[in-house]
């Protein structure tokens, strides 16, 4: 009896043209999957062109250059995606950038905060028509869960009162926790989300923008200590084969992590995804990429009648449901 061939995927890799973004877009093309890379590189794109033509894989790789920590380059690359795929199978995130001094994007947001949080709550939830027509969606996000380092201060998302790379990369890193559960909690698609911490990995991708000497010594201790990328996104590959029930899991190294620890709550997730929505609409106005709301944002929070601040209600639709039976 033939062992059944598993269908082929449409897979959306941010930051595919770095680190483990790269290694996983060359795995799921060697799968047999197409594949959409997001990356703000036109030369790193070219390079990941004539790998993918090498493998004979050249006709199944699109490279969309964007800025990703720019909301209306996040908008254009999800209207690039949507014109050519249908569905989309798994959205992994992967961009990230450590600013040694506080940068702002050009529509006033911190850069950390706009790259390594903001572009994931807004492809995640951008691409969730595309995610409802696939059988089986997951968003691989690859942070730092289980991490307890770092918090998210709501009064100062943007790192205005005092910045630091480490400060901004953790709060980052805990929105994203809060992102995953928010995704989990008030769905605006099917897809399971699974947070991935793949620990210390032997790739340039998240310091090439340090100075020396904190570079160098990153550097040589990836080169000692570090993980192969290959090693690092073979648990995110398997996943992508095979997602998992359950609507949120989070994996640090290997291990699950305890969903009840705090940088999960439910309460918090749910007053960052109406802090996100405010800050989109004050910086950038509406966007298609926002979660559908029947309440509108008044510049202290979101109310019916834009009048009193209320608890954010999402609409889904469709509803969340569990995946259909083999």
Request: net charge positive.
């Amino acid at each position: 009896m033939h062992e059944q061939t598993p269908p082929k995927k449409t897979v959306v890799v941010q930051g595919g043209t770095d680190g483990m973004g790269r290694g996983i877009v060359m795995a799921r093309l060697e799968a047999g999957d197409t594949v959409v890379a997001l990356g703000s590189s036109a030369e790193k794109g070219r390079r990941l062109h004539a790998e993918a033509a090498a493998l004979g894989a050249g006709d199944r790789l699109r490279f969309v250059r964007a800025d990703l920590s720019s909301i209306a380059e996040n908008e254009r690359a999800v209207a690039d995606i949507r014109a050519q795929s249908p569905a989309v199978d798994a959205l992994v995130l992967c961009a990230n950038r450590q600013a040694p001094r506080r940068e702002v994007t050009a529509e006033g947001l911190e850069f950390t905060f706009a790259l390594y949080y903001l572009s994931r709550y807004l492809l995640s939830h951008g691409l969730r028509a595309e995610f409802d027509a696939a059988p089986a969606p997951v968003i691989v996000n690859v942070a730092a869960a289980g991490l307890k380092v770092g918090r998210v201060n709501l009064a100062d998302l943007q790192s205005e009162a005092k910045y630091s790379t480490i400060r901004a990369q953790m709060q980052a890193g805990r929105a994203n926790d809060l992102l995953g559960r928010s995704l989990a909690d008030e769905p605006s698609s099917r897809a399971r989300i699974v947070l991935h911490h793949p620990g210390f990995t032997r790739t340039l991708g998240g310091i090439g923008h340090l100075r020396q000497p904190a570079k160098g010594i990153i550097t040589l201790l990836g080169k000692v200590a570090a993980k192969p990328v290959e090693t690092a996104i073979a648990p995110m590959v398997e996943v992508i084969d095979g997602p998992p029930a359950e609507p949120l899991t989070a994996i640090d190294r290997g291990r699950p992590v305890d969903l009840a620890m705090a940088t999960f709550d439910p309460a918090r997730a749910r007053e960052l995804a109406e802090a996100t929505r405010g800050l989109v609409v004050a910086h950038h106005g509406e966007s298609p990429l926002l979660p559908q709301t029947n309440e509108k944002w008044n510049g202290k929070g979101f109310s019916g009648n834009g009048e009193t601040p209320s608890r954010r209600t999402t609409t889904r639709t469709p509803t969340s449901r569990p995946y259909p039976a083999d």
